[in-house]
Nanobody, 123 residues
Framework: QVQLAQSGGGSVQAGESLTLSCLAS????????MGWFRQAPGKEREGVAS???????LYVDSVKGRFTISIDYTRNTLYLHMDPVTHEDAAMYYC?????????????????WGQGTQVTVSE
């Protein structure tokens, strides 16, 4: 059974950096797609970044050049490094994993979800 356990998040000042982590268990890393989503109050869940087993990364335009998605296979952990963070990045962030071999940044593409972690951005 695939389980995704998130850590990181919290409160950060605008302009600072933050890294989110997602520990995956029971997931096959030989062929995969994993991603990060976020949802702000009153808004739909938005795909932020994804990465597949070939190392192809996709980013939503609003985070390109600021966010980096990566995987540490030795730790079975997916990361999202955010630098710099802006007020528009404040949201609940979720990691997700798909049974498909390529990535689409659409929530219904993903089969497994982390519990979510809040990112709050202050002045």
């Amino acid at each position: 059974q695939v389980q995704l356990a998130q850590s990181g998040g919290g409160s950060v000042q605008a302009g600072e950096s933050l890294t989110l982590s997602c520990l995956a268990s029971g997931y096959k890393y030989d062929q995969f797609c994993m991603g990060w989503f976020r949802q702000a109050p009153g808004k739909e869940r938005e795909g932020v970044a994804s990465i597949d087993s070939a190392g192809r990364a996709l980013y939503v335009d609003s985070v390109k050049g600021r966010f980096t998605i990566s995987i540490d296979y030795t730790r079975n952990t997916l990361y999202l490094h955010m630098d710099p963070v802006t007020h528009e990045d404040a949201a609940m962030y979720y990691c997700a994993a798909s049974n498909d071999l390529w990535c689409v940044m659409r929530a219904n593409w993903y089969n497994y979800w982390g519990q979510g972690t809040q990112v709050t951005v202050s002045e």
